[in-house]
């Protein structure tokens, strides 16, 4: 996400050599400004943030440093629109959130992604299916919820989701729900019949909160229509989904800027634990290639238990870390979301994640082979590693459909891992841990 931007910034500020060397800077400032408007940012935004940003560096002597602060105060600025940021629970439960969009924009799936966001935050949640219209949409939807264990509330052929919102909100209060998120039908286009509908299931629950979803990539389209649904409902959010597939970045600036609307959540992927909080200064130092810590520490305590975490570490201390540990940690780093959101967060590995291929933990041919010879161990061997001898390995190559190499190359592999691990969990390790990753970026091919 942002990448367009971020490379641009990039370019900009390698532009500025010299301290005060005006030329320069007017050069970096043409480069900006079409970087942004390439990157779908309104002409008038655009232009807004290059007076901000020449305003603020004048205050200064002109330099690299201070044009780097500027454009990361400014786009801070710009990016923080009047509201709330992540979710926000009610003093009263349950917390009431409708959710709205265009068909297509992904409003069903991110509906589940943020149900699944609040479950892993130990919350109980209830998806009311109010999308009456589209083919299907309350079975797909009843479908997601299924795969994800989420509670869903539906009436069989109910033609009316007034009534199926209300009925919800009954549920949802004697069911001692913390959440009630409604998911509104959509349509291809904007019109009265779709404006009517939600208005009418909105005055029927008198939602806390109503997120509007858009697409990433539906560009100025996305932005007007962010604009129509908030002249008729009064949108206190939006969600931006399929945030990975767009490299420009322009639409959340725009929506932050031109209609006052605070970006509440980003999807970052496809799977179902892929969507993160909007916070603006966050976002912006992943924009600069700083990374984000505070988010990946988020997420991984919202997965990982503090216990078992520490637990885990006396083992790798010990070295003793197994296979069974190996598969739990595999089940666990899947409900992060993709790995290649992830290295975006880690400062000094940030501007990486854009060259590496997402890996699927559920379907790589790799992790597929891992599985299966680690499913092909008696109990003892899992816990014990040292216990594969020869006639051993031939055993798992045999039950796994692999080749005794590939059988001795992963094991070479998990031995070299969890020795690594063993040298980063003592005292300095992460001291260390830093280095080796600073060095990394700084030999990578530029």
Known sequence: MFEQISESFRLAVSKIRFVDDEKALKN?????KKALLKADVHHKVTKDLLSAIESEIKQTSIGQKQFLDAIKLKLTEILT?????????AQTAPTIVLMAGLQGSGKT???IKLANYLKLRKKKVLVAACDLQ????????????????IDLFFIENENDPVKVAKEALVKAKSGLYDVLLVDTAGRLAIDEALMGQIKDVKSAINPHEIFYVADAMSGQDGVRSAASFNEALNISGAILSKFDSDSKGGVAISIAKQLGIP???VGTGEKVADLESFIPDRIVGRIMGEGDLATLVEKTSSIIDEKEAKRLNQKIKKGQFNFNDFLEQMESVKKLGSMKSLIGMIPGLSNMANQIKDIDLDNSKEILHIKAMINSMTQKERENPELLNNSRKRRLAAGSGLSQVEVNRFLKQFENASKLAKKFSGKGGAKGLANMLSQANMNRPR
Not at 28 to 32: G, H, I, K, P, R
Not at 81 to 89: K, S
């Open 81 to 89: 629109a009047p509201g709330n940021q992540g979710f926000v629970y």
């Open 28 to 32: 970096a400032f043409d480069v900006l």
């Open 109 to 111: 799936t991110t509906t």
């Open 134 to 149: 589209r083919l299907a949409a309350v079975e797909q939807l009843r479908q997601l919820c299924v795969a994800n264990e």
């Open 263 to 265: 970006l509440r959540f």
